[in-house]
């Protein structure tokens, strides 16, 4: 968990000394026995720097993230697996950190001075770009892509990537008042991913639960996977508070998930699709904005998609409103949508783009342009 030294510190103050034990390991397998109503956990077994060890326990928490081995744990034991359902995230992702140059000052991050935390996202739908401000004049800056893309997949590369992002307008002014203090790191193979350890009503396992990625991943760039790890975690908490049995309690945490992390998941796998075809579109060398069919008839998905795209531009800057939602959904305060209970939301994004339908607001540099750019001898 990314706030790992968060939850020590808060165990370390808060906590009696002999109520938790913290123990370095990594877990190899489930303990699991039967009773009177099928199978329950009863701990795990770890290896550790001094040792196998072996853990009982009543309950066991998987937050090992999104490569989890407890589908394998379990087969072992010949139950499951979890269903599994997987959609492509559409992107690989890297990542450089940089420090800026003495003297130099933090750039205008989207136009405006910035504080640790800051973020700025641009999106040129061929390319995802993030610049991500920190402190001790430090940032890092991450740059996606489709994995299919052959062309693009260089911009993994160290020069390359330093191309690419000198390429982009918001991203120049950084690194060239910065110097690099890593490597690019890459991450592949991201799928928004969802395991179901509930099959008709009951646990696979009883006493056995997954939060965080181990249950439920979404795509990275979304930046929602640490809120939506603890909203699972805090969950599970009030349902193992709520009711008593392990059937009860595996129905309780999955209604509240179903409730909570589900929809932000399900929003995403659609988010992601969609920029996935826009992508593709793109790569193809199409305009994907354009909803006039060959035949004069209309693509009313690809409109609704340009209604959206520049009504919401036009709304964000017109109506704190529009902004507040936006950053409520940010932190998970509100569902994902804009809800039908706001028609005058929706109004606003309609007129944006009755007001802006004509302005020629392409992402850019557009892809053959960047290409050239990364493929700089
Ligand atoms: C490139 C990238 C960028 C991201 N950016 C953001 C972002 O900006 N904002 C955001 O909210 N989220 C972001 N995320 C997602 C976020 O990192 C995850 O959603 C979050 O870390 C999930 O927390 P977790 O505790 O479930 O799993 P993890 O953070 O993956 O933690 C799992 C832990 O379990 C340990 N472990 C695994 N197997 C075992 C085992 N068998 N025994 C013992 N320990 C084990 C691992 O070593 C790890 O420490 C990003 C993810 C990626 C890949």
């Known amino acids: 968990m990314v706030y790992e030294i968060l939850l020590r510190r808060y165990m370390l103050d808060t906590l009696a000394g002999d109520g938790f034990a913290f123990i370095h390991g990594d877990v190899r397998a489930l303990q699991i026995r039967a009773d009177g109503h099928g199978r329950r ?18 309950i066991v928490v998987d937050a090992s ?37 003495d003297g130099a000052e933090y750039p205008l991050l989207d136009g405006r001075t910035s504080l640790a935390g800051g973020v700025a996202g641009i999106d040129l739908g061929y390319l995802k770009a993030g610049i991500f401000r920190s402190d001790n004049r430090t940032f890092s800056i991450t740059l996606a892509a489709d994995p299919e893309d052959a062309p693009l997949r260089i911009v993994a590369k160290e020069r390359e990537f330093d191309l690419a992002t000198r390429a982009i307008d918001a991203a120049r002014d950084w690194v060239e008042e910065s110097t690099p203090i890593s490597k690019v790191y890459l991450y592949g193979n991201l799928t928004n991913s969802r395991r179901r350890y509930l099959r008709d009503g009951r646990p696979l396992l009883a006493n056995f639960f997954a ?18 790890g603890w909203t699972s975690a805090l969950e ?34 659609k988010r992601d699709a969609d920029a996935l075809a826009i992508n593709k579109a793109l790569q193809r060398g199409e305009n994907p904005y354009d909803f006039n069919r060959p035949d004069g008839s209309i693509d009313e998905a690809i409109r609704r998609r340009v209604i959206f795209r520049k009504g919401l531009r036009y709304a964000t800057r017109q109506s704190v409103d529009v902004l507040r939602l936006l950053f409520r959904q940010v932190n998970l305060l509100d569902p994902p ?19 802006t339908a004509e302005e020629d607001d392409a992402p850019r540099p557009g892809r053959e342009e960047f290409l050239q750019a990364v493929q700089a001898p």
């Open 41 to 58: 956990v009863a701990g795990v077994s770890l290896k550790t720097a001094n040792g196998a060890l072996r853990l009982d326990a009543e």
């Open 65 to 101: 993230g999104r490569n989890t081995r407890a589908p394998r744990w379990l087969a072992a034991a010949g139950i499951g697996p979890p269903a599994l359902e997987e959609h492509p995230c559409g992107i690989f992702y890297t990542s450089r950190f940089y420090r800026l140059k």
């Open 211 to 228: 939060i965080g990625d181990a249950h439920i991943h979404t795509n990275p760039i979304a930046g929602r996977g640490c809120a939506l």
């Open 236 to 269: 599970l908490a009030e349902a193992l508070d709520a009711e008593s049995g392990p059937a009860q309690r595996a129905r309780e945490f999955d209604a509240r998930v179903e409730r909570l992390v589900v929809p932000w998941y399900e929003h995403q796998v």
């Open 337 to 355: 949508g804009m809800g039908e209970e706001r028609p005058d939301l929706a109004r606003l994004v309609l007129e944006g783009y009755q007001k």
